[in-house]
């Protein structure tokens, strides 16, 4: 990183011009913001719980009842017990349960457990901690539901909520004594003993993953976000959790040979609830009472924050932010060291190139791609994610994909990479086009990413390629390899899945950050792939007075290709774009009155307000932020929100688009597509 920022120091000092100076100033504001550091979480000292206050968990004095539920015991005149050992007030209160089996008698025996398993638990008795944790949490179940106790039961009392978190509280401390014996997984089963009843209980996983792709918890309580802006949540029953992904081999493949795993990012994480369901009692009157069985699912909130619960519609407690967090905060993927590596080594970024999924495939939602710009990656669209993923509508209805690549390279480059992957994942996740949603594809592209997503829904006719060549390409004398990169990436059709795009701070006309300074330092410090520069050189050597002067191969970085004076740019905003698709455009206008407004034109620091601006959008807004934080901005999240739910609204309006053109092979004039 020292190496770079003398390079470009010193190729700056080569250069007077005063535009060229604004840009090395950018470049230095992105070479400080991808060298900082930050931590996604941190680990709380004391678990988060909301009984830390009432029943003073932390005091010195060790875990007390609260007011209410002391009010009672001396009612019954059973606040003697209060200093004596757990074992005897609950013995007393078991009594006065089986003759009055009231909704406050239930709390109080249910609050009286959970205090009793914290003492067993801080003495080291596990066992014992384990069946009082069973004991308040069914206790706490027939609180909630219990049929008998249905006319009692009032959801505007303050102590139904308490009840909620005594169950929370008494799961989660159960599931972390199963988890210390490694029982935390689909498929164990074990009992709790209570002095009433015995429970045997079972793990089921249920949910768009298989049992297997959950290789260990964490408890979201251990956690505190940092990195996110905003924590998002549901709130009701169960313990949300933190499911790390199992990481299998890439040797897991389909039918065609494709594998699955490839979109996985190593240590991918999901968010989960724990529930413990008590399932309805078989006990024969006149026999001795068997165990009652229970089910402690582990639940994809992603699918559903709503349960049937004995014959209730029951809210999740659940965690959006605190899993995507954890995942973030692992280093191999922070956005810094994807982002230099992308940019500055195309070489070795190949190697993790590629559309990735931070959620299981469900057949049943519409893909959300999501495209990142120069000198970024899919780490820069996490706000975004986080936020959107937040409203209901729209995790019911989207999943969201992300797709990486070298962005040192020319962004058509990149297009014709990403229409292939396109393609591939197609054929891996629904090879017979069963999924009516793999249709519906919305694409958002941030700065040069835009250019890449726009790519994906025009045809490119013979334009693409008269701007290297006014030659036939069949005429052209190559390498098979190299004939059929240069054919995919100048000929194509637009994606017949893709139906909406939006480009948020994208560079249609091209960008003054592209100019004699950062272009020089682009040549000087992006490191191309080996086989592009010399299929270069040999396309040149084997077809002498062949390609026009300044075509796009002598164009060999990004920098370079989002110059003003590309000649792509004009061929990319005129091109026949797919009658099927919307458009929709977001831009980025910064202060004019701050430091860094002064000294640039109008837009945003990056993209002159003039080159960002469309006239064939459907729609298009203008947000007050700089280049690299437009797409976190909250006007922008809203109208993507809002773009995403006029998709869903005309879908379900039966507005759908007009199903795409089958066309005949085509030629045009003296240049045949290959």
């Known amino acids: 990183m020292q190496r770079l920022f003398m390079a470009m120091t010193s190729g700056v000092l080569k250069i007077s011009s005063f535009r060229c100076c604004r840009a090395a100033i950018l470049i230095l504001c992105l070479l400080l913001g991808g060298c900082s550091s930050l931590n996604w979480v941190t680990v709380r000292k004391v678990p988060h719980n909301p009984l830390e206050q009432p029943l003073r968990l932390l005091s010195r004095k060790g875990p007390r009842p609260t007011g209410r539920t002391t009010q009672l015991l001396r009612r019954y005149d059973l606040d003697r017990h209060l200093n004596s050992g757990s074992d005897e007030i609950l013995a007393e209160m078991q009594q006065v349960l089986a003759q009055e089996p009231t909704t406050e008698n239930y709390y109080a025996y249910a609050e009286l457990s959970y205090i009793a398993g914290k003492k067993a638990q801080d003495r080291g008795e596990i066992a014992h901690a384990l069946d009082f944790y069973g004991a308040s949490l069914a206790h706490s179940y027939f609180y ?3 049929e008998s106790l249905g006319r009692y039961r009032n959801a505007y009392d303050p102590q139904f909520r308490r009840t909620c978190d005594i169950y929370n509280g008494a799961l989660e401390e159960t599931l972390r004594l199963i988890q210390e014996e490694g029982h935390l997984r689909p ?133 959006f932010s605190t899993p995507l967090a954890y995942f973030l905060d692992n280093p191999q993927f922070r956005d810094q060291n994807l982002a230099t590596l992308g940019l500055l080594n195309s070489q070795k970024s190949y190697n993790i190139r590629g559309l990735y999924m931070l959620e299981s495939y469900d057949a049943g939602k519409i893909p959300v791609l999501m495209v990142h710009g120069l000198w970024s990656s899919p780490v820069t669209w996490m706000e ?185 740019l004009p061929v990319v905003l005129e091109s026949p774009k797919a009658p099927w698709v919307h458009y929709h455009n977001i831009v980025g206008k910064i202060d004019p009155n701050g430091w860094f407004g002064k000294i640039s034109n109008e837009g945003d620091g990056v993209v002159d307000l003039s080159s960002a601006r469309l006239q064939y959008v459907d729609s298009e807004i203008v947000v007050p932020a700089d280049h690299l934080n437009v797409h976190r901005h909250p006007r922008s999240v809203l109208e993507v929100r809002r773009i995403l739910r006029e998709h869903l609204n005309r879908l379900r309006a039966g507005r759908a688009y007009l199903p795409y053109p089958v066309r005949p092979a085509w030629h045009v004039g003296n240049t045949t597509q290959p």
């Not at 709130?235 to 979109?263: C, F, M, W």
């Not at 909130?301 to 999740?316: E, F, I, K, R």
């Not at 490119?460 to 069949?474: A, H, I, L, Q, Y």
């Not at 390498?479 to 249609?508: D, K, Q, W, Y």
Request: glycine residues 6%; positive net charge.
């Open 144 to 146: 909630l539901f219990d």
């Open 187 to 319: 498929g164990y089963s074990y009992r709790v003993r209570t002095p009433r009843l015995n429970f045997d209980v079972s793990v089921v996983a249920r949910g768009r993953w298989k049992p297997d792709d959950l290789e260990k918890f964490e408890f979201v309580s251990d956690y505190k976000v940092k990195g996110l802006t905003n924590h998002h949540r549901t709130y009701g029953l169960g313990v949300p959790l933190i499911a790390i992904r199992q990481n299998k081999d890439s040797d897991a493949h389909d039918t065609r040979g494709n594998s699955v795993e490839r979109y996985y990012p190593p240590g991918v994480t999901f968010p989960v609830t724990a529930l413990l369901r008590v399932l309805p009692s078989r006990h024969v009157p006149g026999t001795r009472e068997m165990p009652r069985s229970c089910v402690l699912e582990l639940l994809d909130p992603l699918q559903s924050t709503d349960v049937q619960l004995a014959g209730h519609a029951v809210p999740l407690e659940s965690d």
């Open 384 to 568: 975004m994610f986080n936020d959107l993923r937040a409203s209901r509508d729209i995790r019911n209805a989207y999943q969201f994909w992300f797709y990486l690549y070298p962005s040192g390279q020319p962004f058509w480059i990149s297009a014709a990479q990403l229409r292939r992957d396109l393609k591939q994942i197609r054929e891996v996740l629904d090879p017979r086009h069963r999924s009516a949603a793999m249709d519906q594809i919305v694409l958002v592209g941030h700065s040069m990413g835009g250019l890449v997503s726009k790519l994906q829904t025009v045809s490119s006719g013979d334009v693409f390629w008269k701007t290297v060549s006014e030659r036939p390409f069949n005429e052209l004398q190559a390498a098979g390899a190299v004939r059929r990169e240069l054919a995919e990436t100048l000929f194509f059709e637009p994606n017949p899945s893709v139906r909406r795009v939006i480009t948020i701070a994208t560079p249609h006309r091209g960008s003054e950050f592209s100019n004699s300074a950062t272009r020089w330092l682009g040549r000087k410090l992006i490191a191309l792939p080996n086989l592009l520069v010399k299929a270069n050189g040999r396309l040149r050597r084997e077809n002498p007075n062949y390609f026009r002067d300044d075509n796009l191969l002598d164009i060999t970085t990004s920098i370079d290709s989002l110059a003003a004076d590309s000649p792509i």
